[in-house]
Nanobody, 124 residues
């Protein structure tokens, strides 16, 4: 069982930055890949970024590549999403999730545990 709690969302102007955190409980955190997803109003939840269990492998959606960075600190049971050069189209509820696998994976269905989400709003 893994419980996830996101924080760090908020309102920011276009071009600004935010850093999301996701604190995990449970002994399995360091053995599984983690991911960030987002869901905008009226849209399906979509993949943003994923990181493998060691932190040595990452993968990003094309829409955020070069602007967002996912990282993790297994000693703190925490995964982060640094978001730079934010755009209005990045506005969404952001969710972190724990995967069934140890390697990076983008499929939503391969994630078993989800946080409650944190709102990110980017104004133009």
């Amino acid at each position: 069982q893994v419980q996830l709690v996101e924080s760090g969302g908020g309102l920011v102007q276009a071009g600004g930055s935010l850093r999301l955190s996701c604190a995990a409980s449970g002994r399995t955190f360091s053995s599984v890949a983690m991911g960030w997803f987002r869901q905008a109003p009226g849209k399906e939840r979509e993949f943003v970024a994923t990181i493998n269990r060691s932190g040595g492998g990452t993968y990003y959606a094309d829409s955020v590549k070069g602007r967002f960075t996912i990282s993790r600190d297994n000693a703190k049971n925490t995964v982060y999403l640094q978001m730079n050069s934010l755009k209005p189209e990045d506005t969404a509820v952001y969710y972190c999730a724990a995967a069934r696998t140890s390697y990076v994976i983008t499929l939503l269905a391969q994630y078993d545990y989800w946080g409650q989400g944190t709102q990110v709003t980017v104004s133009s």
